[in-house]
């Protein structure tokens, strides 16, 4: 069964005095007498934006995904196909928001800053010594300068750890691989940045994060601890291409870099807060949303936010997935404008395309055209080709006789058959994926590696035993 829906609410709705935006949306779409009640749905007239959208989710395999279009205080949300339960897609349907949840971190870490409770070129040492790394700097966790590599926060992520200690526990075990000054993108500073709020506030990460930016902004459905986050359903992970349910629960070891819930609802509201300038000071907003590392010729790094320089507009965004779950957020401050798009589910081979969505329904939204990216066909194949390379082995190992009978003939043959299968476990460790990772992020790849290796140990096997002295068969 496939939903859609749209609804259009402007800033002049008003519920006893209080703006849109810290109302729940089913009471001010009660207020306002619209037909659509968060649970329920309807069909949209088909436009630039619904169809845009059917498009990209049929070419992606999304089972589910709901968008929102903010336009100063209007705000305009698109949503199509059903949660990992098997329900409508509503305004209400919490998702996962991957690094998205960055921006709520690095937010916390400059609040702190502007209270003189952090310096941004003081040493994390000085507020939590017991870290890997005391030497490294706010400022170079902020913007992925410290010297953290993509695998040393892959090697303690997805631990599904819950209770005040999570987040403690984890950055604890990390360790640096890298050196400071050259940027290189990674959850382990975010997690860092998450212990150093718990030493400086004394509070748990998750729990700061619900009562000093969650909660006093109305967003009712989002969650930074497991015990808030009962109702997040199931996402889903790609097998060979196909979506499949996946329920793990929220992190909140992650919270600090990506295990938050949220709604499409409330993440709006997040956006008009980021455009308006109402969470911080001006002057940390502008620091924050700039420039602070240089990733391209027109692109860099903030302070929790990416930034675009397109053609003397700026573009402030981050795009955020976990296992089964894809978010991206994007600000125009110039247009006062930001597109939020959620997703329940997320593959690498689909990445490109997910992340262009956002940017396109902008173009749209401006009375632009856009069309559907397509995603990585080289990663959509290798699941493929890794289970062919796995049956492969296997006709090998079951027909040794295809091999020479001579014995210094299948010694060789054992060997190869060593080497790739030791060529199977190096792939996902050179592509920076640690091994307990891979199962995680794609179970269909971590099973044709794991399925391979096996198939040709096996034909190694079965070459040497035909290698014994008097066997020619």
């Known amino acids: 069964m496939r939903s859609s829906y749209a609804i259009q609410y402007g800033h002049t709705v008003i519920v006893h005095g209080v703006p849109l935006r810290f109302v729940p949306a089913a009471a001010v779409l009660a207020v306002a007498g619209a037909h659509l009640m968060p649970g329920s749905s309807a069909t949209a007239e088909p436009d630039g934006i619904s169809a845009y959208l059917s498009q990209w989710r049929d070419a992606n395999h999304v089972p589910g995904t709901v968008v929102a279009i903010v336009d100063g205080e209007d705000v305009e949300v698109h949503g199509d196909g059903e949660d990992g339960d098997g329900?409508?897609?509503t305004i209400d349907t919490p998702f996962l928001l991957g690094s998205v949840a960055k921006t709520f971190t690095s937010t916390l870490i400059l609040r702190l800053v502007a209270d003189g409770q952090l310096e941004l070129d003081a040493p994390v040492g000085r507020y939590a010594g017991w870290l890997d790394d005391p030497d490294v700097t706010v400022r170079q966790l902020l913007t992925h300068t410290s010297g953290y590599r993509a695998g040393d926060g892959l090697e303690v992520s997805e631990r599904y750890t819950t209770g005040p200690g999570a987040v403690r526990d984890a950055a604890e075990d990390l360790e640096r691989t890298g050196r400071p000054g050259r940027y290189e993108y990674s959850s382990a500073?975010?997690?860092?940045?998450?212990?150093?709020?718990?030493?400086?506030?004394?509070?748990?990460?998750?729990?700061?994060?619900?009562?000093?930016?969650?909660?006093?902004?109305?967003?009712?459905?989002?969650?930074?601890?497991?015990?808030?986050?009962?109702?997040?359903?199931?996402?889903?992970?790609?097998?060979?291409?196909?979506?499949?349910?996946?329920?793990?629960?929220?992190?909140?070891?992650?919270?600090?870099?990506?295990?938050?819930?949220?709604?499409?609802?409330?993440?709006?509201?997040?956006?008009?807060?980021?455009?308006?300038?109402s969470l911080l000071s001006p002057a940390l907003q502008a620091e924050a949303q700039r420039i602070q590392v240089r990733t391209g010729d027109e692109r860099g790094y903030g302070f929790g936010w990416r930034v675009d320089e397109n053609g003397g507009r700026t573009i402030v965004h981050h795009t955020?997935?976990?296992?089964?779950?894809?978010?991206?957020?994007?600000?125009?401050?110039?247009?006062?404008?930001?597109?939020?798009?959620?997703?329940?589910t997320y593959s690498e081979a689909r990445a490109p395309s997910l992340a262009a969505a956002a940017r396109d329904l902008e173009v749209i939204a401006s009375g632009g055209q856009a069309g559907v990216k397509s995603g990585d066909p080289l990663l959509g194949a290798l699941p493929w080709a890794l289970s062919g390379f796995a049956l492969l082995g296997f006709i090998t190992a079951w027909r040794y006789r295809w091999w020479p009978r001579r014995r210094p003939f299948r010694v060789l043959a054992a060997a190869a058959a060593v080497l790739l299968a030791g060529g199977l476990v190096a792939l996902p460790i050179l592509s920076g994926m640690p091994l307990r990772s891979l199962p995680i992020w794609a179970p269909d790849m971590a099973v044709g590696v794991a399925v391979g290796v096996l198939t040709w140990v096996a034909a190694a096997v079965m070459a040497l035993r035909r290698a014994r002295p008097g066997c020619t068969a």
């Open 320 to 344: 955020g997935a976990t296992p089964g779950y894809f978010a991206h957020v994007l600000l125009v401050p110039t247009q006062d404008r930001a597109v939020v798009v959620l997703a329940n």
């Open 87 to 89: 329900e409508p897609v």
């Open 189 to 277: 500073n975010y997690l860092v940045l998450g212990a150093v709020v718990e030493e400086v506030t004394g509070d748990p990460f998750g729990q700061h994060l619900e009562e000093t930016l969650i909660d006093p902004l109305g967003m009712v459905n989002s969650a930074a601890t497991a015990d808030r986050a009962t109702d997040l359903p199931p996402g889903h992970r790609h097998w060979w291409g196909r979506p499949r349910p996946y329920d793990p629960g929220l992190d909140e070891s992650g919270a600090p870099y990506g295990y938050v819930a949220s709604t499409v609802d409330d993440l709006a509201t997040y956006a008009r807060a980021q455009l308006s300038g």
